[in-house]
């Protein structure tokens, strides 16, 4: 075969380029009915999305790695999709549940106990959340990605708590997501006013007649809340998108005083994915607790991270992230604590914990601190990265427990601190469920890399 007949080789993509075609003249298209202070918005943050870098925090320019995605036959998706909604299907262990399948409305309910919340589509009435939508200093980062979803998103979900308002229930907010060669940029506000309490559970499954082979889907969305003064959210988060979706998703979050805020993430699908989330402990003596897992396989890839920022007095922040990875699944774990000047008394605490369950997985944690003020309860950081603990086998084994059981012991229990913060017992159910389906899909390759 001569050169000129070999076959093209693909053109090389550095590694922070995604391949999603971009067109600032979709703007024009998205932005025809919409009003002025949104159109400005959109190209503003068009603007930065332009301009800025794939990685803009200098610890982690190394360890970004887009070429995974394919995504250059996709088109972003402009269209209001209206949808029929169906106003049952509420699940008797939940107080409210927002279905959006493929970019469309479908299912909306809400338990009487949950009336006076309010549930709907941002697009509903843009001018009641002018204020939050353009509060993107305070909530959206200076983030590449992120000012791209700020851009072009065209669906959206608005969870409004209003003050003194307790729901005993969790609120359901469903995307079923993966028809190939669309990209769908959705934003999610969710506010809470002083004294409110409520649960979140966001799940991300496979939309009906999703192809895990088909050509690659891109979904990228926000989640930005705001916590009024002693007000508590546990937001719990189960990822189970097909293999042909690459996922970005940006969680930030602002907290008032005595506010506190409970996040449980789970990451088990998808191709490529990167979660980052951004927790500002405004309000003196609140506090965040976060957690998030990876169980990776084959060839995905998984780019964590986590910035928290204390600037109130006493607060309080427990960080912890943890990736067991089979196969040749590579995952980034990064994180970083800001202890601001005016942060006297905090006490914070970053963990993270890569398991690799194969001798091509790999796995990198890179935890770091910056104090602007010595007076800490605590500032501390963890990280480590191996194989299983050979003591903890052979504790187990040494009481009749066979080897293979007792690996998926250690690893289904090493994630399982996100299963237990699920405030609804279903989900709780099904992440188990995933989690032990995706240790037996693996547990031929974990066996014959043991034997090796």
Same mark, same amino acid.
């Given at each position: 075969?001569? %050169? ?55 610890? #982690? ?11 250059? $036959? ?10 029929s909604v169906d106003g049952g299907g509420l699940p008797g262990d939940a107080d409210a549940i927002m279905e959006i399948v493929d970019g469309r409305l479908t299912t909306l309910a ?110 990228? $969305? ?73 169980? $990776? ?9 986590? #910035? ?23 995952? #980034? ?5 800001? @202890? ?13 914990f890569g398991m690799n369950l194969s001798k091509a997985a790999r796995s990198v944690a890179i935890p770091s601190l910056e104090i602007d003020q010595p007076d800490c309860r605590r ?30 012991? @250690? ?33 031929? $390759?974990? %066996?014959?890399?043991?034997? %090796?």
């Amino acid at each position: 075969m001569t %050169a000129s007949a070999a076959r093209p080789r693909p053109a090389r993509r550095a590694l922070d380029e995604l391949s999603l075609p971009v067109d600032a003249s979709l703007l024009d298209e998205l932005t025809a009915d919409e009003p002025g202070w949104l159109i400005e918005d959109r190209h503003a943050a068009f603007d930065a999305w332009s301009h800025l870098p794939g990685e803009s925090n200098l610890l #982690y320019t190394t360890y970004i790695d887009l070429r995974a995605a394919d995504l250059e $036959g996709a088109s972003i998706d402009v269209e209001r999709r209206a949808g029929s909604v169906d106003g049952g299907g509420l699940p008797g262990d939940a107080d409210a549940i927002m279905e959006i399948v493929d970019g469309r409305l479908t299912t909306l309910a809400v338990s009487d106990a949950a009336a006076a919340i309010s549930l709907r589509p941002l697009l509903d009435d843009l001018d009641a959340v002018r204020d939050e939508l353009l509060a993107t200093d305070a909530l959206i980062p200076d983030d590449k990605f992120a000012q791209l979803t700020r851009a072009f998103w065209s669906q959206g979900v608005l969870v409004d708590i209003p003050a003194g308002v307790r729901l005993d229930k969790p609120i359901v907010i469903r995307w079923g997501l993966g028809a190939p060669g669309r990209a769908l940029l959705t934003r999610t506000l969710v506010r809470l006013g002083a004294g409110a309490s409520a649960s979140i559970v966001e799940e991300f499954v496979p939309a009906p007649g999703s192809d895990p082979t088909a050509a690659q889907s891109f979904f990228a $969305g926000t989640m930005e809340v705001t916590l009024g003064d002693g007000a508590n959210l546990q937001v719990a988060s189960l990822q189970e998108l097909p293999a042909n979706v690459v996922a970005f998703q940006h969680r930030a979050a602002s907290l008032g005083e005595a506010a506190t805020l409970q996040w449980a993430l789970a990451q088990l699908g998808g191709r490529l994915v990167r979660s980052r989330v951004d927790n500002r402990l405004v309000g003196d003596r609140s506090s965040v607790r976060q957690v998030e897992i990876v169980f $990776g396989a084959e060839e995905q890839l998984f780019d964590l991270t986590s #910035y928290t920022t204390h600037i109130g007095k006493d607060t309080t922040g427990d960080l912890l992230s943890k990736a067991a990875l089979l196969e040749k699944a590579r995952t #980034y774990l990064k994180g970083l604590i800001t @202890i601001e000047r005016s942060a006297n008394g905090t006490d914070s605490f970053l963990g993270e914990f890569g398991m690799n369950l194969s001798k091509a997985a790999r796995s990198v944690a890179i935890p770091s601190l910056e104090i602007d003020q010595p007076d800490c309860r605590r500032a501390a950081h963890s990280s480590s990265v191996g194989p299983i603990d050979e003591t903890q086998l052979f504790y187990l084994e040494s009481r009749g427990i066979p080897p293979d059981e007792a690996r998926k012991f @250690i690893v289904l229990g090493f994630l399982e601190p996100v299963v237990a913060r699920v405030p609804l017992a279903s989900a709780q159910d099904r992440l188990r469920e995933l989690l032990e389906e995706k240790w037996i899909a693996g547990t031929d $390759g974990v %066996a014959g890399e043991a034997a %090796a």
